[in-house]
């Protein structure tokens, strides 16, 4: 098991930028896939991004496609998730989760081990 935790979420205003990281603990010397998740008051949560073990391969919403960047650093066990142009639309509570197929997936019954969640509100 992998123990998850996120940072980094905020208020930012409409056009801004916020980095979120997640840094993970525990059973760190197994291989995964790294995503992030969001879920928004009343609705389900979606998938956002995800890398796969070596970062080799990305996947993107469409929704955030070319305005969010996933990232990794294995030596550090940490994934990140660069936004940028951010919509208000992207106010939700953001989740990392860990994936044993390590080619990384947009599904979200693949994932394994989930973090808390960090918040992001974007105003306009």
């Not at 801004?16 to 603990?25: K, M, T, V």
């Not at 998938?47 to 960047?69: E, K, L, M, Q």
């Not at 990140?80 to 208000?88: E, R, V």
Request: include cysteine; charged fraction near 20%; glycine fraction near 10%.
């Amino acid at each position: 098991q992998v123990q998850l935790v996120e940072s980094g979420g905020g208020l930012v205003q409409a056009g801004g930028s916020l980095r979120l990281s997640c840094a993970a603990s525990g059973r760190t010397s197994i291989s995964y896939a790294m995503g992030w998740f969001r879920q928004a008051p009343g609705k389900e949560r979606e998938f956002v991004a995800s890398i796969s073990w070596r970062g080799r391969s990305t996947y993107y919403a469409d929704s955030v496609r070319g305005r969010f960047t996933i990232s990794r650093n294995n030596a550090e066990n940490t994934v990140y998730l660069q936004m940028n142009s951010l919509k208000p639309e992207d106010t939700a509570v953001y989740y990392c989760a860990a994936s044993a197929l390590i080619s990384g997936t947009r599904d979200l019954q693949r994932y394994s081990d989930w973090g808390q969640g960090t918040h992001v509100t974007v105003s306009s």
